[in-house]
């Protein structure tokens, strides 16, 4: 990797820490960048899940205080865990060729999702007006499906899980966005694992993203929550757009 590839890296790792930090979505900066510098998709895929995994960790750490009892965590966690697994393991069997043809459209789908995150956030407001008690069976199936979006896509799953979460609970949101963070780490954790045992991960961009991400997040935290959310996410939701338009010129048609 030569120093302008690196010099890209750094500064992706800074933007998705500091859009992870403040507005979530941040992955998509990551994953493209990584592709951006010649990775092939599915190993960016894999090497952006790595290197974003230790910000999961830290939010859990730093939301701890907030999170549900331990019997409303029970109750998710092993469905968050199954989906996790399933989406992980259905990414790794996917040949490279296909991925190749697949990931300008994850690409896109992650750049709606962040783009009608005010939509969802207005569901779940209206949710919680309605809703007065959880739906066990719904939510854990709802997890589940969470989780392998996360395992096989991972960008902009973290806005999908808070709005599940949200919509099925009546819960404070510090909660919510305190469980959600949990359950996307377990997420990634679980990713994680299954990616360094039967996957291949660029480690040079590990070792890159990952302090960039870490002095983003950092920055972000204490800096961008000045500048509106809704601006930082529409760039980010432009980008994902443009970069997954390229994609599928190139890869697709």
């Known amino acids: 990797m030569d120093p302008i590839q690196a010099t890209l890296l750094v500064a992706a790792g800074v933007v998705t820490g500091a859009f992870n930090a403040v507005a979530g979505g941040g992955s998509l900066i990551a994953l493209s960048a990584l592709i951006g510098v010649g990775i092939p998709p599915l190993t960016a895929k894999l090497t952006s899940t790595v290197a974003v995994f230790p910000g999961n960790v830290a939010s859990v750490a730093g939301g701890y205080r907030d999170l549900p009892p331990r019997g409303d965590i029970g109750r998710v966690l092993p469905a968050a865990v199954l989906g996790g697994v399933a989406g992980s393991v259905l990414l790794l069997v ?16 992650a750049s709606a999702v962040l783009g009608l995150q ?5 569901m ?53 966005v305190a ?23 660029n480690w040079t961009g590990v070792a890159i993203l990952v302090p960039a991400t870490v002095v983003g997040g950092y920055a972000g935290a204490r800096l961008l929550r000045r500048l509106p959310g809704g601006l930082l996410r529409a760039v980010v939701v432009a980008f994902g757009t443009v970069f997954g338009l390229a994609l599928l010129w190139r890869n697709v048609l």
Do not use: M, W
């Open 94 to 109: 996917t040949p490279s060729r296909v991925f190749d043809v697949i990931v300008p459209f994850l690409v896109l789908a």
């Open 118 to 122: 005010d939509r969802l956030n207005e």
């Open 124 to 176: 779940v407001r209206r949710s919680a007006l309605r809703h007065g008690r959880g739906h066990p069976a719904t939510l854990q199936a709802f997890v589940a499906l969470g989780g392998v979006y996360g395992g096989y896509v991972g960008a902009g799953f973290g806005i999908v899980l808070v709005a599940t979460l949200a919509l099925l609970q009546h819960e404070p949101l510090t909660r919510t």
């Open 179 to 201: 469980l959600k963070n949990l359950l996307s780490a377990v997420i990634s954790c679980t990713a994680v694992v299954l990616y360094l045992i039967f996957g291949v991960v």
